[in-house]
Nanobody, 121 residues
Framework: QVQLVESGGGLVQPGGSVRLSCAAS????????MGWYRQAPGKQRELVAH???????NYADSVKGRFTISRDNAKNTVDLQMNSLKPEDTAVYYC???????????????WGQGTQVTVSS
C-alpha cells in the first residue's frame, strides 16, 4: 500500500505564489515518476507537471515558465512551486506517483486526496 499526502494550497491573490508538497509513504521499492494534476470546476483532470527518476520534466503549456516541479528521491517527495498565479489556475491539485512496491513488478499509479488552490482577489 502506498499513500500520497499533499500539503499547501489555499487562497492566493493573482500574481502570487504557492508551493505544494507531496510525500509518498508505504510499501515503496522505487518511484519512477511523480507529478501533479489539477481539475478545475467543470473541467477534466489535466496534467500540470511531472518529473521522472532521471530528472526530466514535462509541463502543461499553460504553466510553462510559471511552475516548477522538483523531487527529492531520497525522501520520496515532490514539490510544485507555482508563481505568477492566475485565476484560471484555480483547481484541485492532485499528487500522483508511479510506484513500484515489489521488486521486479512494473510501477503503477497512486493518487493523493487533492488540495484546493484558489486564485482570486
Amino acid at each position: 500500500q502506498v499513500q500520497l499526502v499533499e500539503s499547501g494550497g489555499g487562497l492566493v491573490q493573482p500574481g502570487g505564489s504557492v508551493r505544494l508538497s507531496c510525500a509518498a509513504s508505504g510499501s515503496i521499492f522505487s518511484i519512477y515518476s511523480m507529478g501533479w494534476y489539477r481539475q478545475a470546476p467543470g473541467k477534466q483532470r489535466e496534467l500540470v507537471a511531472h518529473i521522472i527518476s532521471g530528472g526530466n520534466t514535462n509541463y502543461a503549456d499553460s504553466v510553462k515558465g510559471r511552475f516548477t516541479i522538483s523531487r527529492d528521491n531520497a525522501k520520496n517527495t515532490v514539490d510544485l512551486q507555482m508563481n505568477s498565479l492566475k485565476p484560471e489556475d484555480t483547481a484541485v491539485y492532485y499528487c500522483t506517483a508511479a510506484v513500484t512496491t515489489i521488486f521486479g513488478i512494473p510501477p503503477r499509479d497512486y493518487w493523493g486526496q487533492g488540495t484546493q488552490v484558489t486564485v482570486s482577489s
